[in-house]
């Protein structure tokens, strides 16, 4: 099912019957006669087919009079990972929906950065999800304030800013007209789970009501639920995450991963059935967008089912047997892939990881004051460091072995590094384009391509979080002197999130696909999942 299909009503019903979890996120199940509009695998009785209708989009059954269920919750339902497939003008719009953009510049500031009339997306959107952008960047809005309201004791005022709302007022009026009940009348009735401040509760206390909210001027900790459709390989996604962290901006292992972000920090880690998104933040406003880079960074939206599907009927049989909930790592910041693929070129891993801990030593951003208490990872926050993660060695001998997140691999210091977490935000490309970046091991010939491609994004003529189409983008990208084919297909598939991109060339695919006597002109059976096909064929490679 793509999202340029028409919904077909007895697939549908017979998926919401069986609850089918490969449909969770694709469709909505709207029920006539309560009012009410559910995921495919909600566990009520499944009504009956005179009082259901579905929908593409929860904006659309909304838009129609129907609210959220309680029970099954639709603001943790997976993304529909078809958008991505499609990588048209709507799937890019619902991206920078997903990013905060509508919220931040209104449907104009949307339309405008997708280089399209106003009128021309709501032609689009009400054609493809039967809901116009507003609407759509409102059910978001709505769901995560649910999500927070039943998950959380954020107080209220905080639910809506950190949801995207303008104003506490509008935060009530629009949950009473679209909902029918107040945000108190939810809290109320749902109980939520603990928040902590720093220095007052751990992340695992319960949270008396007498002592619910955030203390004044101090960052706040709460958790969030996750979701991804089964199966998922969380262990190998984090462990290509771990062997690639920055020193001093993120740490991970195969067990999690924690990274600093503007305000804050954020941990991820596998939890029953879902991720568990730990974040700490001076400002709750920023918390939608963490969500949405989140849910890309580590790409629980696929559907794995369809991928292994088609992979599994290929000579890639094997590897997908071997590791059927494979996913392709996204990025938190697309240009600091970019970055990262230009640095990465011709030299190993390791090397790579050295060199752009010393970039971001040089030209990235220390912690705000007001952060420290939640990124150094303290008891009092409640975060332990993340399990198996590198420590710092003993001394500073270029001889203690491998760089880890808090020595370089020449044995000096990062600064904003130590061994209480990540500290330091990687530079941005207006940071970058004006950084000296001579001393660092970098030659003068890959200085001079991180410049441009930092002045090119710096500028906006280059969009590397997903809001430009992939083909353009990766034109420009060859523009670029320096980046290739393999560095623009390594950067689309990773901050593009095109499932369908090849880095042409990799010496590890070519060594993997001789390995397992596969011709190169079968990369064309993959289509269109070669990203995935990429990651299986790198994995193939570790035990």
Same mark, same amino acid.
């Given at each position: 099912m793509t999202p340029h299909q028409t919904l077909d009503f007895d697939s549908c019903y017979r998926a919401a019957s069986a609850r089918d979890t490969r449909f969770d996120g694709r469709f909505y199940t709207a029920v006539t006669s309560t009012g009410i509009y559910c995921r495919p695998i909600c566990p009520a009785r499944t009504p009956a087919r005179q009082n259901v209708r579905f929908y593409r989009h929860a904006a659309a059954a909304e838009a129609a009079g129907f609210r959220p269920c309680r029970r099954c919750r639709p603001e943790l339902s997976p993304g529909d990972p078809g958008w991505d497939v499609a990588a048209d003008l709507v799937g890019r719009a619902l991206r920078l929906i997903d990013d905060g953009v509508a919220d931040e510049y209104g449907v104009a500031g949307l339309a405008s950065r997708l280089h399209v009339t106003e009128r021309h997306l709501l032609r689009l959107f009400t054609a493809q999800l039967g809901a116009g952008p507003l609407a759509v960047a409102r059910t978001r809005r709505l769901l995560l304030a649910k999500q927070l309201l039943t998950e959380t004791p954020l107080p209220i005022t905080d639910v809506a800013f950190a949801a995207g709302f303008g104003s506490v007022r509008q935060f009530n009026a629009t949950m009473k007209e679209a909902y029918g009940f107040a945000p108190s009348d939810l809290r109320t009735t749902s109980g939520s789970l603990p928040i902590a401040s720093p220095g007052a509760l751990t992340s695992g206390s319960r949270v008396p009501s007498s002592s619910r909210g955030v203390t004044p001027g101090m960052p706040a900790t709460l958790t969030l639920r996750l979701n991804y459709r089964p199966p998922y390989d969380a262990e190998t996604l984090l462990g290509f995450l771990a062997?690639?962290?920055?020193?001093?901006?993120?740490? &991970?292992? @195969?067990?999690?991963?924690?990274?600093?972000?503007? !305000?804050?920090?954020?941990?991820? %880690?596998? /939890? $029953? +059935?879902?991720?568990?998104?730990?974040?700490?933040?001076?400002?709750?406003?920023?918390?939608?967008?963490?969500?949405?880079?989140?849910?890309?960074?580590?790409d629980l939206d696929s559907d794995p089912g369809a991928i292994a599907d088609a992979l599994g009927a290929t000579a890639l049989h094997p590897l997908v047997e071997r590791r059927p909930g494979l996913r392709v790592p996204g990025a938190f910041d697309g240009f600091e892939l970019a970055v990262r693929a230009v640095v990465g070129q011709q030299i190993s891993v390791a090397g790579a990881r050295t060199l752009l801990g010393r970039i971001a030593a040089r030209a990235g951003t220390?912690?705000?004051?007001?952060?420290?208490?939640?990124?150094?990872?303290?008891?009092?926050?409640?975060?332990?460091?993340?399990?198996?993660?590198?420590?710092?060695?003993?001394?500073?001998?270029?001889? &203690?072995? @491998?760089?880890?997140?808090?020595?370089?691999?020449? !044995?000096?210091?990062?600064?904003? %590094?130590? /061994? $209480? +977490?990540?500290?330091?935000?990687?530079?941005?490309?207006?940071?970058?384009a004006g950084a000296d970046l001579s001393g660092l091991g970098l030659t003068g010939r890959r200085i001079t391509t991180l410049k441009i491609l930092a002045e090119k994004a710096a500028s906006g003529e280059l969009d590397l979080d997903g809001g430009a189409d992939p083909a353009e983008t990766a034109s420009r990208l060859l523009d670029i002197p320096g980046i290739g084919p393999w560095t623009t297909g390594y950067i689309v598939m990773r901050a593009l999130r095109d499932p369908d991109a090849w880095p042409s060339g990799d010496l590890g695919l070519r060594r993997a696909m001789k390995a397992l006597d596969i011709p190169e002109d079968d990369t064309e059976r993959w289509r269109p999942w070669r990203a995935y096909a990429a990651l299986h064929l790198w994995s193939s490679e570790t035990p």
């Open positions: 062997s690639r962290a920055i020193p001093g901006v993120e740490e &991970a292992s @195969p067990t999690g991963y924690r990274r600093a972000v503007p !305000g804050g920090v954020i941990t991820l %880690a596998p /939890a $029953d +059935g879902h991720i568990r998104l730990s974040v700490t933040l001076d400002d709750t406003r920023h918390l939608a967008r963490i969500v949405s880079r989140c849910r890309r960074l580590l220390v912690a705000k004051p007001c952060d420290v208490a939640a990124l150094t990872g303290t008891p009092d926050v409640g975060e332990p460091p993340i399990a198996g993660a590198p420590t710092p060695p003993e001394h500073t001998s270029s001889l &203690a072995g @491998p760089p880890d997140r808090t020595y370089d691999g020449g !044995g000096s210091r990062v600064m904003g %590094a130590d /061994a $209480d +977490g990540p500290r330091l935000l990687f530079p941005t490309a207006e940071r970058l």
